[in-house]
């Protein structure tokens, strides 16, 4: 069964410090992978996703199937930063999304 | 471009009673997705529709648990009677349709309390 592991509840780092949000996937198949974020008082939306190998609001993300990660990094973490992230696996054709337990990115001054 | 929809934003019931939700995905999106977000969990898809059939309701516990979408537009999801264990935020998504490379766009949830 496929399943996405966050390790971290909450992730502290002070501005203009790096950050990695770390996700880990189990599935069998070819996977999808993407990252979601809830800022306050916001809804959940698309950070980025894997196929499109972007950049968005400076974040990036690897597939690594080897150790079957995707990590979000982000050089440089800014105050707005600051919310909720989720990493999910899409499973099939269906777009049937399982989620990650999220962690928390609190930026600092 | 209007966003997904949600009503009641919040709703507190005692167990045993019942309670729906509505929800009205953006203008055009053929697939409907409702989930279940537990106080410090990640959201759980219960049912996905496409267009008014149903993809997948495979974690929609079906004793309690009931969701249709008629006409292929707005949707309603409805517990009965509801559990303690129900208390949760539920999440109503759209896309244009199904596959991954199409983006969800979720609402802001009904936070369900179940005293």
């Known amino acids: 069964a496929q399943r996405v592991t966050q390790p971290e509840k909450l992730l502290s780092v002070f501005k203009g410090a790096p950050v990695e949000l770390k996700c880990n996937y189990s599935?069998?198949?070819?996977?999808?992978l993407f990252w979601y974020v809830q800022y306050s008082r916001q809804r959940l939306q698309l950070l980025l996703r894997?196929?499109s190998r972007e950049s968005i609001k400076g974040f990036t993300a690897d597939l690594n199937k080897g150790e079957t990660s995707f990590h979000l990094k982000k050089p440089f973490a800014q105050e707005e930063d600051s919310a909720m992230y989720y990493c999910a696996l899409n499973t099939g054709t269906a777009s049937k999304l399982t989620f990650g337990t999220g962690t928390r990115l609190q930026v600092t001054l | 471009e209007a966003g997904v929809a949600q009503s009641p934003r919040y709703k507190i019931i005692e167990k045993r009673q019942s309670v729906a939700f509505w929800c009205n995905p953006i203008?055009?999106?053929?697939?409907l997705y409702w989930y279940q977000q537990i106080l410090g969990q990640g959201p759980k898809l219960l049912i996905q529709f496409q267009n008014n059939g149903v993809v997948d309701d495979s974690q929609l516990p079906k004793d309690r648990f009931s969701a249709e979408r008629l006409k292929g537009v707005d949707s309603t999801l409805k517990i009965q009677p509801a559990k303690l264990e129900d208390s949760a935020v539920y999440l109503c998504?759209?896309?244009?349709?199904?596959?991954?490379?199409?983006?969800?766009?979720f609402g802001p949830g009904t936070r369900l309390t179940v005293t």
């Open positions: 998504a759209s896309s244009l349709l199904a596959g991954g490379v199409y983006e969800q766009y």
């Open positions: 203008s055009g999106h053929a697939t």
């Open positions: 894997h196929i």
């Open positions: 599935y069998s198949g070819s996977p999808e």
